[in-house]
């Protein structure tokens, strides 16, 4: 199916189905693309596993998983090139690890040790939102910016189905669908903001299908199978290199986890429905299709969880190191040059300091 | 009548009488309803009152603050939840172009009658974006009512009373005392928006806070005692209307004054409180008004927001400055 079509924006694009099975009159997936796809789910199931643990042992004062929503992440990552822009949201750590991001690092903002743990001009991921939907016009900043320059950068802008009500979210689109800007808008649809289903923040056909008022193409794609992901986000971000303009794609998924571990997600859902998508595994379905066309072996799996297991004792080791806080940071970035009320009190600051020495 | 309870249920009882005492008072925000708040400040409301009475909205801070504006210019009481203090921002333009204006625009025929509720301010290693102090972006728009409880019979009785104004009304909830316990005394509580109250008397000086830094301020006090010196403390309770005559009778009667707040001090609230004291109080004062402040930063990271915040060490600092000796 092509993305100009309208009704890509509410029928489901799907290339696998949950037993790993090739979904009728779809092209297969090219195995060595899916198997390098496959090791990265299992890097990202396990960073999400992780970063539970070092909650429940107190290392992590909180962790939004997207257990569940992988592929989702993965994909969003890898259909991206060298000089293109990730623009994150507090749940996406699993997709800015994907995009080569120290997981140390995402996660040491967790950590309580600063607001960002990596470089954003470096790597090419803005610092996690957490304000809902108010990334994703940096994001169409960033896209019109390259355009004005002539660099053929392109923006994936991610958000949550919550966040398609804010008032950002419309203006961003807008703008990006004026302007023509090449941004890729992923919304993750989990099903969940919180504790407020989906219903509560829509009642069109498909969030998808609000692009056509913008005048742009939208596609809703099974978030939980990385071979339609990889399809429908390659085509995106391909039209927007070519000047096509933005795309909103919409992923099919589920929040598996509650929102955070602070939340108590039973209060508001049916312990049912969590199952029956837990059934809809992002990463099983991949592993049974590379298994069937002889692509994995025991062999390989068994050296992928061994690699996401030596990735995960990294992020322990790097994550168990207490870095002490330095306090001259407080006042060193808040402007390019502190103000002299800043120097003053940076100065009161470590008089408190001398006295306690003293 | 006293019962034990978190200022969490305290200000759930105040939703819950105001509910059912008047039945066009609505409540509702994001996850409000079922989960009953993040806070779980509004638990049970639902499943007691109904979903019309309180319910969740799209995400979306204008629009809930925006829709408040027209129902209660229909005849309604919104009491309207922002999940925390930075996630307010987006209802911005409503709150200040036409909550705070609409009673003036209008020359009093449109009044009004809503409260937007804050968790507000840090102290819990809260991530960016959940710690804001932002009582200054309310306090300096006419027009707004703006209140911050610092202790639980306080947090009823002044969102009753918030329910009831003609006027919107800002009610800062200071979040790191959602879950502290205390003994309240519902009927006895003063409902009375803009009074100061006098949270220890003292002679020798007068620390005036308002919500969270109210504690701060008494355990400062607590410790001064045991120094020899006798600190007074006065809780704001209303940042607008402000109470001048309580803040300067208690100035006038000790001559020195510590004004403490978490919020930035640079144009602040604290700023605006030693102002005025400085020039109603001039010629009581034996020494210029301090103010202990958190610093003029953004909301730093959890490792770093003990250096912010204002603690007692810092207050008693501040109080060995106000030119003691001069007294000999
Ligand atoms: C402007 C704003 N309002 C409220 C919040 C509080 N909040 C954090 S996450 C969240 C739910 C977001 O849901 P969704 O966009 O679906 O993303 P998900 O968490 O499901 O990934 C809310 C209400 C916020 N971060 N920003
Ligand atoms: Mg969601």
């Known amino acids: 199916m092509s993305i100009d079509q309208l009704d890509a924006a509410v029928a489901t694009v799907r290339v696998l189905d949950e037993a790993g099975e090739l979904v009728d009159g779809t092209e297969r997936p090219d195995s060595t693309a899916l198997l390098a796809g496959y090791r990265q789910l299992v890097h990202g199931r396990r960073l999400n596993e992780q970063a539970g643990a070092l909650v429940r042992q107190g290392r992590l004062a909180v962790y939004p998983s997207s257990r569940g929503q992988e592929a989702c992440q993965v994909a969003c990552a890898t259909a991206l090139s060298e000089g293109d822009w990730l623009f994150p949201t507090y749940r996406d750590a699993v997709a800015i690890a994907a995009r080569g991001v120290d997981p140390v690092d995402v996660l040491s903002m967790l950590k309580g040790d600063w607001h960002c743990g990596y470089d954003p001009a470096r790597h090419r991921v803005a610092p996690q939102a957490t304000p809902l939907a108010t990334q994703l016009l940096h994001a169409v900043g960033v896209a019109h910016a390259a355009r004005l320059k002539g660099e053929d950068t392109v923006v994936m802008a991610l958000c949550g189905d919550g966040a398609t009500s804010e008032g950002d979210f419309h203006e961003a689109c807008n703008f990006a669908a004026v302007f023509a800007s090449p941004v890729v808008f992923f919304v993750q649809n989990n099903k969940y903001a919180i504790s407020v289903p989906l219903a509560r923040q829509s009642v069109a056909p498909s969030l998808a299908s609000k692009a056509v008022g913008y005048g742009m193409p939208g596609v809703r794609v099974d978030g939980n199978d990385l071979g339609a992901l990889s399809t429908v986000l390659g085509e995106a971000v391909e039209r927007a290199r070519r000047g096509c303009g933005p795309t ?19 209060r508001y859902r049916t312990t049912d429905e969590v199952d029956e998508w837990a059934g809809r595994d992002p990463l099983t379905r991949v592993s049974a299709y590379l298994r069937g066309v002889g692509a994995l072996d025991d062999d390989i799996e068994a050296e992928f969880a061994a690699d996401a297991d030596r990735m995960a004792a990294r992020v322990r080791e790097g994550l168990g190191v207490d870095v002490a806080p330095d306090p001259d940071e407080l006042f060193a970035h808040v402007y390019a040059t502190p103000t002299q009320q800043l120097v003053q009190q940076r100065a009161a600051l470590q008089g408190e300091f001398d006295v306690e020495e003293a | 009548m006293t019962a034990k309870m978190t200022m969490a249920q305290a200000i759930n009882s105040a939703l819950r009488d105001a509910m059912t005492a008047d039945d066009s008072v609505v409540v509702f925000g994001e996850d409000v309803g079922p989960l009953g708040g993040v806070f779980r400040v509004t638990e049970g409301l639902t499943s007691d009152f109904g979903e019309d009475r309180c319910f969740d909205t799209p995400l979306a801070e204008s629009g809930i603050v925006g829709m408040a504006a027209g129902m209660a210019m229909n005849g309604m009481r919104p009491v309207v939840e922002m999940q925390f203090d930075a996630f307010a921002y987006p209802a911005f333009e409503q709150v200040v172009s036409h909550v705070a204006k609409f009673g003036n625009r209008t020359r009093g025929t449109l009044r009004l009658p809503m ?84 949270a220890r008397k003292g002679r020798d000086a007068t620390l005036i806070a308002y919500g969270p830094s109210v504690p701060v301020a008494l355990a400062a006090a607590e410790e001064a005692a045991t120094e020899g010196r006798d600190l007074g403390v006065v809780d704001l309770r209303s940042i607008v209307p402000f109470d001048d005559d309580t803040v300067c009778e208690q100035v006038k009667h000790t001559g020195r004054a510590v004004v403490v707040a978490e919020a930035p001090g640079f144009a602040s609230v604290a700023s605006e409180v030693a102002a005025r004291v400085t020039e109603h109080c001039f010629h009581y004062l034996e020494a210029p008004v301090r103010r202990v402040t958190g610093f003029d930063i953004p909301y730093p990271a959890p490792k770093l927001e003990h250096f912010h915040l204002p603690d007692t060490a810092r207050i008693l600092d501040a109080v060995d400055e106000l030119q003691w000796e001069e007294q000999l």
């Open chain 1, 248 to 266: 909103l794609v919409e992923a099919d998924t589920y929040r598996v986890e509650a929102h955070t571990n602070a939340d108590d997600a039973t």
């Open chain 2, 115 to 198: 409260v937007i509720r804050i968790p507000y301010a840090g102290g819990i290693g809260g991530v960016e974006h959940h710690c804001d102090s932002s009582e200054a972006y309310y306090a300096h728009t006419a027009g707004l009512t703006v209140v911050a409880p610092a202790n639980n019979t306080d947090a009823y009785a002044l969102l009753r009373a918030a329910i009831e104004s003609p006027d919107p009304v800002v009610y800062l909830e200071p979040k790191r005392h959602y879950f502290s316990n205390d003994e309240v005394d519902l009927a006895a509580a003063d409902s009375t928006i803009g009074r100061a109250a006098v």
